[in-house]
């Protein structure tokens, strides 16, 4: 029986056996969350994108864009209480962070301006490809990427 009283696999002492040989070690994954300087974290910068007042309104997000000297494409994400209870925009906060982290290589416009992702009650209840397409629409209507059939 192993440790936690269950009984041992068969034919060998541990249910993964490490393998033997001259295997090189696996190197970590890089690092792909967003980092601070990757985030929009003061309320006065925040405040900087709504007055500008360059939006792009979609089913489950706004996207807005930033310009200013410090702007370096860093992503601000907020949801209100429009969205739902604490649980709700937490999981739409989180939904919009990965959809950008996970495609942000589609923004491929050059510029440095900063994005702000303002969630709707939509995103909930949204599949996961709807989120993405979302963002990509957005993305490209704000000129940040390019469209799917340009090269």
């Not at 029986?1 to 696999?9: A, L, T």
């Given at each position: 029986?192993?440790?936690?009283?269950?009984?041992?696999?068969p034919?060998?002492?541990?249910?993964d056996?490490?393998?033997?040989?001259?295997?090189?070690?696996?190197?970590?994954?890089?690092?792909?969350?967003?980092?601070?300087?990757?985030?929009?974290?003061?309320?006065?910068?925040?405040?900087?994108?709504?007055?500008?007042?360059?939006?792009?309104?979609?089913?489950?997000?706004?996207?807005?864009?930033?310009?200013?000297p410090?702007?370096s494409?860093r992503?601000g994400?907020?949801?209100?209480?429009?969205?739902?209870?604490?649980?709700?925009?937490?999981?739409?906060?989180?939904?919009?962070?990965?959809?950008?982290?996970?495609?942000?290589?589609?923004?491929?416009a050059?510029?440095?301006?900063?994005?702000v992702?303002?969630?709707?009650?939509?995103?909930?209840?949204?599949?996961?490809?709807?989120?993405v397409?979302?963002?990509?629409?957005?993305?490209?209507?704000?000129?940040l990427?390019?469209?799917?059939?340009?090269?």
């Open positions: 029986m192993c440790r936690g009283g269950h009984p041992m696999p034919g060998g002492s541990s249910p056996p490490l393998p033997s040989g001259n295997s090189a070690p696996v190197p970590a994954p890089a690092r792909q969350s967003l980092g601070r300087k990757q985030r929009l974290r003061r309320t006065a910068q925040f405040r900087d994108a709504y007055d500008q007042n360059r939006r792009w309104h979609g089913r489950c997000m706004v996207l807005f864009l930033r310009t200013a410090d702007a494409r992503l994400v907020v949801a209100s209480r429009r969205v739902g209870n604490a649980v709700d925009r937490a999981r739409a906060k989180r939904r919009l962070r990965e959809a950008f982290r996970r495609h942000r290589d589609a923004f491929t050059p510029g440095t301006d900063d994005i992702l303002v969630a709707r009650r939509a995103i909930l209840a949204a599949p996961w490809p709807a989120v397409a979302d963002l990509l629409k957005l993305a490209r209507q704000a000129g990427a390019s469209s799917p059939g340009e090269s």
